[in-house]
């Protein structure tokens, strides 16, 4: 191995771990955040009486409610969308070789988007409304791959304008379910739901949110060299013996699991997948190796910070879907004027 190569490692690994230290920073400072104040310190100490009894406790029973009640399964149900969308994100634009894909365009978002208002429609909210999302988003899939399937092959340009027409169908589903709703109470429902928000995650929303993305997530890793030789090129990597069909429909399928779960739990939250693997990118290079491990702590800390302005930026919580696109937007457009020329497709 290269002095060059090993510095690029090591530089890599430099970056996981201040990431690291820069996560759990955030996620304690975003618990002393909100209406009822909470000490660093008495944060730290609650975190770390789960781990080690703290002898003498310094905080009060209200104070240990707000944070692990309260706030903690709300920062944890931020990581892991914004470590999923961002995961999601990297693998897909590795795959399609396209630094504008994101997990919207296999078009497993608006199908579940499309599942989740119909049950609100429907019935109103609860559990149907997860399930309704969930199995329609990975629905969306079969449909997309039905599409794109020709003599048992599928090329990257049908599969994305397949993902396209599925997307602009739902879309327009959803569209008609809106105009079919009570104005007074179901449409209200419906709008802030697809806006994205995390306010009400519990634990057991936590725990569907952890199944249904981190799974998926840890076999995206897992089949980090595979998208590696993926993204030279089919022609190469066919050369190079890669299972591409296999590959990819893998990757697909995860990447449905986690849009979907995300969905279902916390509604459409856009621009995540999009941005956070570019500045990874810009970061660590283009190896899935180092790539995908600092998107999922980019993801999260951003998801995690956006959250946190939308419960404190006004006496109103604000939806994350606003934030992340009004955030998205001008970080996009300063990513690709900035790190194009250094680390941008155009060397990969």
Same mark, same amino acid.
């Given at each position: 191995m290269s002095f060059a190569a090993l510095d690029v490692r090591r530089r890599g690994w430099l970056v996981v771990a201040a990431l690291a230290l820069l996560l759990v920073f955030s996620v304690v400072y975003s618990i002393t955040l909100g209406r009822y104040g909470v000490s660093m310190t008495n944060a730290w100490l609650i975190l770390w009486d789960h781990i080690v009894p703290v002898a003498n406790p310094t905080w009060s029973d209200v104070d240990a409610n707000v944070v692990t009640a309260v706030r903690l399964p709300r920062i944890l149900g931020a990581l892991l969308v914004g470590a999923g969308l961002a995961i999601s994100g990297a693998a897909l634009q590795g795959l399609f070789r396209n630094p504008l894909v994101d997990p919207g365009i296999i078009g497993v978002t608006a199908g579940a988007g499309f599942g989740g208002t119909l049950a609100i429609l429907m019935v109103g909210g609860g559990t149907v409304v997860l399930g309704a999302a969930f199995g329609c988003g990975i629905a969306s899939l079969l449909v997309v791959r039905f599409l794109a399937t020709v003599k048992g092959r599928t090329s990257t340009l049908t599969f994305v304008l397949a993902g396209v027409v599925v997307t602009a169908f739902f879309e327009a589903a959803i569209s008609i379910i809106k105009l079919l709703a009570d104005p007074h109470q179901k449409l209200p429902a419906i709008t802030y739901w697809l806006m994205g928000s995390i306010a009400a995650t519990g634990y057991s929303d936590l725990a569907l949110m952890a199944a249904a993305i981190v799974p998926p997530s840890i076999l995206?890793?897992?089949?980090?060299?595979?998208?590696?030789?993926?993204?030279?090129?089919?022609?190469?990597?066919?050369?190079?013996?890669?299972?591409?069909?296999?590959?990819?429909?893998?990757?697909?399928?995860?990447?449905?699991?986690?849009?979907? =779960?995300? +969905?279902?739990?916390?509604?459409?939250? *856009?621009? !995540? =997948?999009? +941005?956070?693997?570019?500045?990874?990118? *810009?970061? !660590? =290079?283009?190896d899935h190796g180092r790539l995908l491990p600092v998107s999922a702590l980019l993801g999260a800390i951003y998801l995690l910070l956006v959250d946190d302005i939308a419960r404190t930026a006004t006496v109103a919580e604000l939806p994350i879907g606003i934030i992340t696109a009004l955030v998205g937007v001008p970080v996009f457009a300063l990513i690709l004027r900035r790190l194009q020329s250094k680390s941008g497709w155009a060397h990969d």
């Open positions: 995206i890793f897992m089949l980090r060299y595979q998208i590696n030789i993926l993204s030279l090129g089919e022609e190469k990597a066919r050369a190079l013996g890669s299972p591409i069909e296999r590959v990819q429909w893998i990757v697909y399928a995860a990447v449905a699991c986690i849009s979907a =779960g995300v +969905v279902a739990t916390s509604g459409i939250v *856009g621009w !995540v =997948g999009l +941005v956070i693997p570019h500045l990874a990118r *810009g970061l !660590v =290079g283009p």
